[in-house]
């Protein structure tokens, strides 16, 4: 059975840095591309970023390029979402997912799944 579990969300002021991190289980991490997604109150669930299965290709949407940087961790399992300059358009519940065939990478929401629960991240201005 697959799992992810995200952490590393809280509450921070406008410009901060906040770094995610996404831990899996049950899948054969190196052969998946990663992504992350985000979702706020009323809106739906966006793409934020995605690496390949290699972590050579990484993939942002305009709104986070140059502030967020993704990376993995192979011998870990584990997938990261570093953020900086973060603002209030950031705010959101943060979900991390494996794209659902192997060596293949997109940014559409319905080529990942199975989710995690999230981790919300709140900015203050």
């Known amino acids: 059975q697959v799992r992810l579990v995200e952490s590393g969300g809280g509450l921070v002021q406008a410009g901060d840095s906040l770094t995610l991190s996404c831990t899996t289980s049950?899948?054969?991490?190196?052969?998946?591309?990663m992504g992350w997604f985000r979702q706020a109150p009323g809106k739906e669930r966006e793409f934020v970023s995605a690496?390949?299965?290699?972590?050579?290709?990484?993939y942002y949407a305009d709104s986070v390029k140059g502030r967020f940087t993704i990376s993995r961790d192979d011998a870990t399992s584990t997938v990261y979402l570093q953020m900086n300059n973060l603002n209030i358009d950031d705010a959101a519940a943060y979900y991390c997912?494996?794209?659902?065939?192997?060596?293949?990478?997109?940014?559409?929401?319905?080529?990942?799944?199975?989710w995690g629960p999230g981790t919300q991240v709140t900015v203050s201005s």
């Open positions: 997912a494996a794209h659902r065939r192997t060596y293949e990478l997109g940014w559409e929401l319905i080529d990942f799944g199975p």
């Open positions: 690496i390949n299965w290699s972590g050579v290709n990484t």
């Open positions: 049950g899948l054969t991490f190196s052969t998946h591309a």
